[in-house]
């Protein structure tokens, strides 16, 4: 009889009479092969990049196609993945909602319905066992901290487990645009890494244009966003603030709010996960809120579940008694 984890109880049960399990079989070879690819090759990138960037190889033109790129598929994650298809933070119109999708594809860091899987997973078992991305699951000492500060920066993503869609993603299964964009996740990643290359080539009109513009912000901007999403998952969970009520060990760490597009005011939105704006205190940035706003305002969403006094003091009571 196969076994699984109760969500509620954290204890075992059948999956005959409890939830379906939260994992179901492994990657393949080649989708590991492509994970290692994806996830090396631009760590590569990145480590070259401060030699590279000390004589040669770095011009104006890569600096803003990076910037770009780096924004524009960051919120994709952030506001995509994350804010609406994970939590339902707000309900957006058609176009933008396939718009979205592709943002947080071309991030390159998975298909859609596998990505919002995984997080969903991590709430329902946040720093505990079950969480495929907690730092806390080897202990509390230097030598445990230190192997679980690994995998849940990064270690994780290598594990060949998948996280069960069926349990943990069905509406985005039932949704034919959002399968549609998963299924051509090659084509978001092939576009992710060549329209800078296209672009460099066509602004400076030359080759090398283009294989600067590719490593720059194609390669380098990648591996940057990598780990800034990563941070929120290890750094955010270990240190920092935690101004509000939630039931696990997730933190605010402020100098990651403006790289991580208001991700890493993380103590909140474990407080709160369907809020739509993370950063809630003055002086909190949090651009992907402000950008949903706009989309607010333009009638591109709606129903936007915006901080409100009430929420925010029914999380704070525990905190501040």
Known sequence: MTRTL?????????????????????????VQLGVYIF????????????????????????????FVFFYFTG????????????????????????????????????PPIIWVADHRRHHAFSDKEGDPHSPWLYGTGPVALTKGFWHAHMGWVFDRSLTNKERFAPDLLADKDIVRVNNTFAIWTALSLGLPA???????????????????????????????????????????DRPFVSRDKAANVWPLAILSFGESWHNL??????????????????TSARIIWFFEKFGWVHSVRWPTPARLAKISAGAEA
């Open 6 to 30: 109760d969500e509620t109880s954290g204890g075992d049960t059948t999956a005959r009479k409890g939830p379906k399990p939260i994992t179901v079989g492994h990657r393949k070879n080649f």
């Open 39 to 66: 996830i090396l090759v631009p760590f590569a990138a990145l480590i070259a990049a401060v030699p590279l960037a000390w004589g040669w190889g770095l011009t104006w033109v890569d600096v803003i196609l990076a």
């Open 75 to 110: 919120h994709g994650v952030t506001i995509g993945y994350h804010r609406y298809f994970t939590h339902g933070s707000f309900k957006a119109k058609r176009p933008l909602k396939i718009f979205l999708a592709i943002a947080g594809s071309m991030a390159m860091q998975g």
């Open 269 to 286: 939105h474990h407080a709160d996960p369907t809020c739509a704006r993370h950063g809630v205190r003055k002086g909190q940035i949090d």
């Open 198 to 240: 296209l672009l460099g080539g066509l602004i400076t009109w030359s080759w090398w244009g283009a294989l600067t513009a590719f490593f720059w912000a194609g390669l380098v901007r990648i591996a940057i966003l990598h780990h800034v999403t990563w941070s929120t998952n290890s750094i955010c969970h270990m240190i920092g």
